[in-house]
């Protein structure tokens, strides 16, 4: 699972109000580089809730970051992006709700997202 | 010359005393009879059917077994107005699935086709060379690259942060008529189990593909079979949703006529 596809995830599970974003617990994390795609990059830009972004980049580096609020948004930025957005992959873990603590198993990259009967 | 669509009245034939209903059943057959015609000039163009090599009996007993027709139809469709500007870089796609076998499936699919993986050929924690160079060879720039799978029941946890997103859905569904309950199976008939008139998951979907689809130029690719009632589908998804649905191609896949609908915003 890449942080671009975690970007766009959110939990509905019954009682919660806001299930996004989804906290990341990752156990297997690896990098594969990819050639730049600047194109991809801007294309996904106005797609991107960066929050939530900057939330799953801590989340995967277990530490704080700053938020950066820079706009004019040059090439070295655009690559940066690009590494968190597409070449970092959560191979096994969970995501969790940050509403109700509900977890969603993460295997072989695939996240489960699965809602049981009860849960909807 | 404007396209026929069942939902626009057409100069000087409202007054032959045919009721609406039948009207649009008329119209709704011509249309079909162009996405024939349309099936037919795609043929000349070579199917690419992707490698399977990795799959074995075990597989198929919880995934729907790929067939040749419709991979062709998937490529076809991607040849007929896709390709120039949908290929390439810049493309980022979403795989969803209740079946985790079937995402499993997919995602090995996508490796041993080299739409996805590691690109650094001269990347040796791969033991079998052979494999790798097989791999290599079938990359094609021009391929998706950026392919992601979750498990999930249609696109339920995308619907929030994705909402008018998406540029392209192509959508599958299960639907083969069956009794209502088939479609709660755990097993392999909820890959084509699609409840009465086979419409349950479809009908499902309409709420989800008009949330998600970006305005004005977003598009849904979706096979139907003509025990759908896809005529009162279009109407639906015109009424309910300012959505609009064309056959865009259409043949006969054994003992049925499967249709790739088009389905664009009003």
């Known amino acids: 699972m890449r942080l671009l596809t975690h970007n766009f995830l959110q939990s509905n599970v019954r009682g919660t109000v806001d299930g996004y974003p989804l906290k990341i617990e990752g156990t297997n994390i690896v990098v594969e580089n990819s050639s730049m795609d600047s194109n991809l990059v801007r294309k996904v830009l106005p797609k991107l809730n960066y929050p939530a972004l900057v939330a799953a980049i801590n989340d995967i580096r277990n530490e704080e970051g700053e938020e950066d609020n820079n706009n004019n948004i040059s090439e070295s930025v655009l690559k940066a992006l690009h590494f968190f957005l597409f070449d970092v992959h959560v191979i096994e873990g969970c995501l969790i709700c940050p509403g109700t603590d509900r977890r969603f198993p993460i295997k072989d990259g695939i996240p489960n997202m699965i809602l049981h009967e009860d849960e909807v | 010359m404007a396209e026929w669509h069942p939902l626009r009245s057409y100069d000087g034939e409202n007054g032959n005393g045919m009721n609406e209903d039948d009207e649009k059943f008329k119209s709704w057959n ?198 759908n009632l896809p005529h009162e589908l279009s109407t639906i998804l015109h009424n309910d949703y300012k959505l609009q649905m064309i056959p865009l191609m259409r043949r006969r896949a054994s003992n049925e006529y499967l249709t790739v609908q088009k389905i664009t915003w009003l």
């Not at chain 2, 090599?53 to 991979?71: F, G, T």
């Not at chain 2, 498990?151 to 069956?178: G, H, M, S, W």
Request: glycine share 6%.
């Open chain 2, 30 to 227: 011509q249309l079909n009879q162009l996405a024939i015609d349309k099936g037919k000039i795609m043929t000349t163009a070579p199917a690419i059917m992707p490698t399977l090599d990795h799959s074995s009996m075990d597989d198929y007993q919880h995934v729907y077994e790929p067939k040749n027709e419709n991979h062709r139809r998937r490529r076809q469709r991607q040849r007929h107005e896709d390709r120039s500007s949908y290929s390439g870089t810049g493309i980022s796609v979403i795989a969803t699935d209740l079946n985790p076998f079937a995402l499993q499936f997919a995602q090995r699919t996508a490796e041993e086709n080299g739409i996805v993986g590691i690109e650094d050929e001269n990347d040796t924690n791969d033991d079998n060379d052979n494999e790798k160079n097989n791999t290599s060879r079938r990359r094609n720039n021009n391929y998706i690259q950026k392919i992601e799978f979750i498990e999930c029941n249609l696109a339920q946890p995308l619907l929030n942060r994705l909402e008018q997103k998406v540029d392209i859905i192509l959508f599958n569904p299960p639907y083969v008529p069956t009794e209502d309950t088939e479609i709660d199976g755990n097993d392999i008939e909820i890959s084509w189990a699609g409840g009465i008139n086979g419409r349950k998951i479809i009908d499902a979907s309409l709420q989800q593909i008009a949330t998600l689809l970006t305005k004005p130029d977003g598009i849904c690719y979706m096979i139907t079979v003509d025990d």
